[in-house]
């Protein structure tokens, strides 16, 4: 492989185990949209969708479609997180086909089955190992496919830039689970990060540390911010976030608001 390969479509995107279907979804904030996976062993029966994605027929119907196909069943549909970009067609999915919702939030499951940390998931001849990945938000999960070495980020991490600390989430778990992270792509020998919106990441290590780093660098900016005379969230998003697209910057305020609360509670 070389640095010239360009990077390959997020839509239809393979490993062995796993195709990637791209929902019509783009914004700022979703990338190019919210990337719902279908997992199987191949010559499986049946198959497991990981995030249907938003509400809207035609994607729903084409991953229904793609599901079935060669006469297979889905046999479970699993959510990594219960923002809407992810979740909102899961029930009109599990309407098209039967199949449960396993969500780590009880409010988004269908059928009895949660996804809790050390939870192993099986079904179409694969095995996932459910993560505990708060931060992003409180319910936030990661899906270790060892078979094809690869692990579903969700939007823990993203194939561009860098995640949102949400409203329902926290800085100092998001911090704690890009560590645990990082531990077990080492331990795991984890090859590639498929995420919930963007595209695949081939150097997991990097990428990670990349993330580590980056907060790390806010939390310097934000104090550095707070230093120069900054006091509320918006003025520290204008002072910081001159890198950013302005149409980001409400968002960047919920990341200020993390980071504020970390600092609080480090009585930094
Ligand atoms: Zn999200």
Request: glycine share 10%; hydrophobic share 40%.
């Amino acid at each position: 492989m070389t640095e010239s390969v360009p990077p390959a479509p997020i839509d239809g995107y393979r490993t062995p185990r796993a195709t990637c279907l791209l929902a019509p979804n783009p914004s700022p904030m979703t990338l190019d949209g919210t990337n719902t996976w279908l997992i199987a062993e191949p010559g499986s029966d049946s198959v497991v969708v990981v995030d249907p994605g938003p509400e809207g027929d035609e994607h729903l119907r084409r991953v229904h479609a793609e599901a079935i196909k060669g006469d297979r069943r889905v046999a479970k549909i699993l959510l990594t997180h219960g923002h809407s970009d992810h979740s909102a067609g899961a029930a009109r999915l599990a309407e098209l086909t039967g199949a449960p919702v396993q969500a780590a939030d009880p409010a988004h499951r269908l059928g009895a089955e949660g996804l809790a940390d050390g939870d192993v998931v099986t079904a179409a001849g694969c095995e996932l190992r459910v993560l505990a990945a708060p931060g992003h938000s409180a319910d936030s999960v990661c899906l270790l496919l060892s078979a094809d070495s690869v692990l579903f980020t969700g939007d823990t991490v993203l194939g561009r830039g860098t995640t949102v600390i949400g409203t329902d989430g926290n800085l100092g778990d998001y911090l704690r689970t890009l560590g645990q992270l990082r531990d077990l792509t080492e331990a795991r020998g984890i090859g590639l990060l498929l995420p919930g919106h963007g595209p695949m990441l081939t150097d997991p290590l990097g990428t990670l540390d990349y993330y580590l780093a980056h907060r790390e660098e806010r939390l310097d900016q934000v104090r550095a911010a707070l230093a120069a005379g900054a006091k509320t969230p918006p003025e520290i998003v204008a002072m910081i976030y001159t890198d950013v697209d302005r149409s980001l910057w409400p968002a960047a305020e919920w990341s200020v608001r993390a980071q504020l609360d970390y600092l609080a509670d480090r009585g930094a």
